[in-house]
């Protein structure tokens, strides 16, 4: 069997399990959080964890989208990061994609869209990758393909609610570390941690996923960070 990369979802949420403020582009966790009182001073330790788990990222590329990656205009420094982007759509266009290849030591561009504008930048930018899927992606062979193809041994996964709960439920994620900011956002549409399509049946308990407690620790300004490994083999009595 092929091993796969090591996987550990990282994110901020709010104490009843929001990851964002609303359910519109508009609101964005990132940026309303921190001007929230009580709230805003806290937030950077957030991005101090994020940052202690190395430089591989999963993301999606309508989480860049909603942060505003299409329409920056100057282009930034380059880091020694490297992201996985799954974007359907796609979200990502020409300038959001150039930034991130001028910001990134690499970039792959995971997508089942053969229109896909990355696919004409690879000839100008040297440092993107365009992963291809004929129908739908096979996150299992995405994660070997990381590891086997291209040294990957970890990555931080920091994608939305609904790819959040593909890969929980295909028993692919291996850790998560959260950072639970001081904070009740509320909102029946407003994403959450894991959203996906809800079960409905008995027989779908094998889908949810236990975990152990590796850590629990109060952080400054009211957070907490909790550290939990997955148990993905789910055994129903």
């Known amino acids: 069997m092929l091993k796969r990369t090591e996987t550990t979802l990282c994110l901020v949420m709010s104490l009843d399990g929001k990851i964002t ?8 966790s990132d940026r309303d959080w921190k001007r929230i009182v009580g709230v805003k001073e806290g937030f950077a330790q957030y991005y101090r964890v994020e940052q202690s788990l ?12 909603k942060v505003g990656i299409n329409d920056r205009s100057s282009m930034p420094d ?7 982007v799954v974007d359907r759509k796609p979200h990502l266009n020409r300038n959001g994609i150039a930034y991130l290849c ?11 869209n053969p229109r896909h504008p990355a696919t004409e930048l690879k000839q100008e930018y040297g440092n993107i990758e365009v992963l291809l899927y004929a129908t739908e992606i096979d996150f299992k062979d995405l994660l070997q393909r990381l ?49 996906g399509i809800s079960l409905t049946e008995q027989s779908q308990l094998h889908q949810l996923k236990p975990l152990k407690l590796r850590e629990c620790r109060r952080l400054n300004d009211s957070y907490l960070l909790l550290e939990y490994d997955v148990i993905n083999d789910t055994i129903v009595d």
């Open 147 to 195: 590891r086997n193809d291209y040294a990957m041994e970890k990555i931080t996964i920091e994608t939305g609610g609904t790819l959040n709960s593909i890969l929980f439920r295909s028993g692919l994620v291996d850790h998560v570390k959260i950072v639970v900011a001081p904070l009740v956002v509320g909102g029946k549409d407003t994403s959450s941690l894991v959203d």
């Open 21 to 28: 403020t609303g359910s519109t582009d508009n609101m964005d």
């Open 54 to 65: 190395g430089p591989n990222y999963l993301d999606s590329g309508r989480v860049l989208e």
């Open 78 to 84: 380059k880091e020694p990061l490297q992201f996985v």
């Open 102 to 112: 001028h910001w990134l030591r690499r970039v792959f561009i995971v997508t089942n």
